[in-house]
Nanobody, 121 residues
Framework: QVQLVESGGGLVQAGGSLRISCAASGRFFSINGMGWYRQAPGKQRELVAAITSGGSTNYADSVKGRFTISRDNAKNTVYLQMNSLKPEDTAVYYC???????????????WGQGTQVTVSS
């Protein structure tokens, strides 16, 4: 099993910056892709950014140029640096990790509990 714990959310003014982190722990063989999703009230959960174990990244169009995803494989941690924040970035941000618990197990997705990011105008 993989446990994901997010940290670093909070309240920030528009134009400000925030960095959120997600640390994976537990018993697993490997962690493949990791990513951040967000869900605003009344909206569906959407992909914000993702990163492979090799460091390739993918971003939602709405955050390109403002957000940067990175990961530290030695610490099993993924980060999301958010700059030039806008009120529409307000949401609960969820960490996601795709992991195998053993070499022969099928990979599956795990989710963190979410961290609130609120951007005031």
């Amino acid at each position: 099993q993989v446990q994901l714990v997010e940290s670093g959310g909070g309240l920030v003014q528009a134009g400000g910056s925030l960095r959120i982190s997600c640390a994976a722990s537990g018993r697993f063989f490997s962690i493949n892709g990791m990513g951040w999703y967000r869900q605003a009230p009344g909206k569906q959960r959407e992909l914000v950014a993702a990163i492979t174990s090799g460091g390739s990244t993918n971003y939602a169009d709405s955050v390109k140029g403002r957000f940067t995803i990175s990961r530290d494989n030695a610490k099993n941690t993924v980060y999301l640096q958010m700059n030039s924040l806008k009120p529409e970035d307000t949401a609960v941000y969820y960490c996601n990790a795709n992991s195998r618990t053993t070499p022969w197990a099928l990979p599956r997705d795990y989710w963190g509990q979410g961290t609130q990011v609120t951007v005031s105008s």
